[in-house]
């Protein structure tokens, strides 16, 4: 169960970000509200997980959730370059936690 809080903390945490472009772009109640509900909801998941999971590898693995899961968002919704470079980082990012998750 701590795997699942800890991947929806890092969902939550996409969400977040994605509500810090809305808000760049339409700042209104609705938005700022959204933001600090998603950040929110992000930590508060991340602590339930990290009752059970060592802080390190839970620690690491949210922020690569939410790096590489920013970074896609970006190339998808916001024109963001596509360049192969860039995805091969994603790539890099993703073996970590994936690594890490085999590992622990």
């Known amino acids: 169960m701590a795997w699942v809080m800890l991947i929806a903390a890092g969902l939550c945490e996409m969400f977040g970000v994605a509500m810090i472009g809305k808000l760049h ?27 059970s999971l060592p802080m390190g590898i839970a620690y690491a693995i949210w922020t690569g959730i939410g790096a590489s899961g920013a970074a896609i ?10 360049d192969p470079r860039r995805i091969f980082c994603i790539v890099l990012i993703l073996g970590a936690v994936a690594g890490l998750k085999l590992i622990g």
Do not use: I, P
């Not at 509200?33 to 009752?51: K, N, R, T, W, Y």
């Not at 968002?73 to 596509?82: K, L, S």
């Open 25 to 51: 772009k339409n700042r209104n109640w609705q938005s700022a509200g959204l933001l600090v509900l998603g950040f929110g909801a992000s930590f508060l998941l991340l602590s339930l997980a990290m009752e």
């Open 73 to 82: 968002m970006g190339m998808v919704f916001y024109g963001e370059a596509r």
